[in-house]
């Protein structure tokens, strides 16, 4: 599976991005979608993922200003994300589980 995403940018403190994830090869098997971040001298860490299901998890961090979905028909999972923090700056990367795929990242600035 390979994973395309965009919507990356520098966006000031409060403001809004979107981030878009398709994916394509062998996307039948696709289950789980998420979004994971990699800030500057720290670990990658999940922010949001959602199943085929649609069911939905997300890091406290996060919570009630990120909103994570999905359209299987597309084979694409988006990250709205409002109310952003200058501590959001990180990379972004997209992930599938099955079989397990990382995305390049897109990078996402928040200025004070």
């Known amino acids: 599976v390979q994973l395309q995403a965009s919507g990356g940018g520098l966006v000031q403190a409060g403001g809004s991005l979107r981030l878009s994830c398709t994916a394509s090869g062998s996307t039948f098997s696709i289950d789980d979608m998420g979004w994971y971040r990699q800030a500057p001298g720290k670990q990658r860490e999940l922010v949001a993922d959602?199943?085929?299901?649609?069911?939905?998890n997300y890091a406290d961090s996060v919570k009630g200003r990120f909103t994570i979905s999905r359209d299987n028909a597309k084979n694409t999972v988006y990250l709205q994300m409002n109310s952003l923090k200058p501590e959001d700056t990180a990379v972004y990367f997209c992930n599938v589980n099955i079989p397990p795929s990382w995305g390049e990242g897109t990078l996402v600035t928040v200025s004070s």
């Open positions: 959602i199943s085929s299901g649609s069911s939905t």
